[in-house]
């Protein structure tokens, strides 16, 4: 079959691509929606996206890789009706469960956003509802496509997704903001389901256009019951086992963020802060600040997401030297990035909050700063548990990210309430939570690959974010203080940090012209620089 021919690495490469358009539209996107609906609306709208989360890995976040493992097996010896079969009832199981849980939040929107002290969020919980149901249905067909090593429908479906969720979220806020900030959520959030109903009729339509290679005839059915097939209760018993194990791990951070959301409407209100304005604090710190925060971490999925077969190989082969260069290479990249991006966004915070934000009040500038030294861990801690799960210890991630989780929850609740603290304590306990998780993954890692060089992985890195840092500081205040703009001088300071770090790592040998290639358009640029004599 013509699309078994698309090799792993290439069909990677296709979903880490569109994976890196979705998230740098979605995060982007946020931008002009904060300055349309406010960070009051982006409160509404991150409850109600919170509970959707939650939802959607219930229903269905887990069952696409069941029906890509089990399908991929099928067609490996050869069984292309089994694996059809295995697509079926898994369909049949999707459908239910996102009907459910899209009837589940359709009726009972007012009480979910009661629940997690939002109530005005309850109209947005209404909007997303029957996203659910498209979503399911989707993942259903991703998951059979890309058993049979087709990435090219995922990736299309998915940036379909995120157009139509970017275009129609932003027509409808400016259309339902002159009837307030609840409906403008509800308005933004629409784009959602939206989004999932576009990826549904792509999938299909991608579907029913090759129905030679991806629908097997019932001639075809028929014949193979001569070779015997198995029930649709056993296919159904290896989906719902298989899938179980995955769903509880991939809950942990959707739920994290649910009793984030719970935990700060509960605690500002109780530090004497008005609703309106409980609403406006979270919407700064998860939908504006959490938006610079995401950003970054989009250039370390790829690189996640490649580590844990390359590990897996060298560990098969007993090559340790191979799993340590490659465990050494992935942790050097990430605090590569993560480092200069965290003090970065924390030193620019409050000029980055005014230049995107104009209009909302000093104290998002405040909540991107405090939030931003969580990049560093963020972009490391997927690093980390990618190089976990390539060594077979797919456990420790999951029970490190659960400690991270207690650890976060119990600071937020105590430091948000205190008055002269209160949003900064979510972003205090976000720092924290996540650093604890990375301490330990870290821990298990150097008990396991022996001789990395913490001289180059962490301490060059760190050296030449110092003093990005410090270029970065004082370019802005000099470039204000000549032509007094805060946008031109925060972007020339940007600029200028960025060029003054790429020395300072290049001069420090903190990373190698060849290393550069495995960066997003690093062989163009190492290329260049070889040109001109660098190495």
């Known amino acids: 079959m013509e699309t078994r021919k698309q090799s792993f690495v290439k069909g990677a490469a296709i979903l880490a691509a569109a994976g890196v358009v979705t998230k740098v539209l979605g995060a982007i996107y946020r931008i002009p929606i904060g300055n349309i609906i406010t960070s009051e609306g982006l409160g509404y709208y991150q409850t109600a996206y919170d509970v959707y989360a939650w939802a959607l890995i219930l229903s269905s976040y887990a069952i696409p890789t069941a029906i890509s493992k089990l399908t991929s097996e099928k067609y490996e010896i050869g069984r292309a009706d089994e694996a059809y079969r295995i697509f079926r009832v898994a369909l049949g199981l999707m459908v239910v469960l996102g009907a459910v849980m899209s009837i589940i939040m359709f009726t009972n929107s007012e009480f979910f956003a009661t629940l997690f002290n939002n109530p005005g969020a309850s109209l947005a919980i209404l909007y997303v509802a029957p996203s659910i149901f498209l979503f399911s249905i989707s993942g259903a067909f991703r998951g059979y496509f890309q058993g049979m090593q087709n990435m090219v429908p995922s990736a299309v479906s998915q940036i379909g997704e995120q157009l139509g969720r970017v275009i129609f979220g932003f027509i409808l806020a400016l259309v339902f903001l002159p009837a307030g900030y609840m409906a403008a959520a509800g308005g933004t959030i629409i784009g959602t389901t939206i989004g999932g109903l576009v990826s549904v009729i792509i999938l299909v339509y991608i579907y029913y256009r090759n129905k030679g290679k991806y629908v097997v005839t019932a001639s075809a059915a028929a014949t193979a019951l001569n070779r015997g097939r198995e029930s649709s209760f056993s296919i159904l018993k290896k989906i719902i086992a298989f899938s179980i194990p995955i769903a509880i791990g991939g809950s942990i951070i959707p739920i994290m963020n649910l009793l984030d959301s719970f935990i700060v409407m509960d605690r500002l209100q109780a530090a004497g802060y008005l609703y309106e304005d409980a609403v406006s604090l979270l919407g700064q710190l998860k939908g504006m600040a959490g938006s610079f925060i995401n950003l970054p971490q989009v250039l370390t999925v790829s690189l996640a997401a490649s580590l844990v077969p390359a590990i897996s190989e060298s560990l098969a082969k007993n090559d340790f030297d191979s799993v340590r260069s490659k465990s050494e290479l992935g942790i050097r990249l990430s605090v590569i990035i993560g480092f200069p991006s965290a003090m970065g966004l924390t030193i620019l915070a409050k000029p980055i909050m005014l230049m995107m934000f104009p209009n909302e009040s000093e104290s998002l500038g405040l909540a991107l700063m405090y939030l931003a030294p969580s990049v560093i861990f963020l972009t490391l801690f997927q690093t980390l548990t ?20 207690v650890a976060k929850i119990f600071i937020t609740y105590y430091l ?56 970065a500081h004082f370019s802005y205040v000099l470039v204000y203080n000549i032509i007094n703009r805060n946008s031109i001088a925060t972007l020339a300071s940007m600029m200028i940090a960025a060029i003054v770090y790429a ?23 190492s290329k260049m620089l070889k040109k001109r004599g660098i190495k």
């Open 416 to 471: 948000t309430s205190i008055p002269g603290i209160n949003i900064r304590g979510a972003a205090i306990g976000t720092v924290v939570g996540y650093g604890i998780a990375c301490i330990l993954n870290m821990l298990v890692i150097m008990s396991n690959v022996r001789g990395m060089n913490y001289n180059k992985l962490i301490f060059k890195p760190f050296i030449a974010t110092v003093i990005m840092s410090v270029a």
């Open 386 to 405: 990618a190089i976990l799960q390539g060594m077979g210890k797919v456990r420790i991630p999951l029970i490190n990210l659960a400690i991270c989780a």
């Open 503 to 525: 020395i300072v790592l290049f001069a420090t040998k903190s990373v190698t012209i060849d290393e550069l290639q495995l960066a997003p358009g690093g062989n163009k640029l």
